[in-house]
Nanobody, 127 residues
Framework: QVQLVESGGGLVQAGGSLRLSCAASGRTLSRYDMGWFRQAPGKERDFVAAIRWSDARTYYIYYADSVKGRFTISRDNAKNTVYLQMNSLKPEDTAVYSC?????????????????WGQGTQVTVSS
């Protein structure tokens, strides 16, 4: 099973940017579908973004409506790392952000499709 460790969280003012990283060990990430989820205090964990393989050379990217146009998911297979670039941050983006790895993730991506999870990194956006 792949081990995932997130980093890059912190405190930022509204309108600012952060880039989260998810580094993998144990196995290569190159063939996994990857996702980012977040959980705000007192709320359920929600889908944020995912990058899903369609075939050996093609992948698709999905975003929650609430982050479209502001967040970008990307992967660097050589570094075994997935990123989440977050721009134009809003106070409602405040949450613990977790990355996840899975195989044959469905459309739309669901939490149950991902078998490996990181511990999460806190993102706090002040108004």
């Amino acid at each position: 099973q792949v081990q995932l460790v997130e980093s890059g969280g912190g405190l930022v003012q509204a309108g600012g940017s952060l880039r989260l990283s998810c580094a993998a060990s144990g196995r290569t990430l190159s063939r996994y579908d990857m996702g980012w989820f977040r959980q705000a205090p007192g709320k359920e964990r929600d889908f944020v973004a995912a990058i899903r393989w369609s075939d050996a050379r093609t992948y698709y990217i999905y975003y929650a409506d609430s982050v479209k146009g502001r967040f970008t998911i990307s992967r660097d297979n050589a570094k075994n790392t997935v990123y989440l670039q977050m721009n134009s941050l809003k106070p409602e983006d405040t949450a613990v952000y977790s990355c996840a790895a899975g195989s044959q993730v469905g459309v739309p991506p669901r939490q149950a499709d991902f078998g490996s999870w990181g511990q999460g990194t806190q993102v706090t956006v002040s108004s």
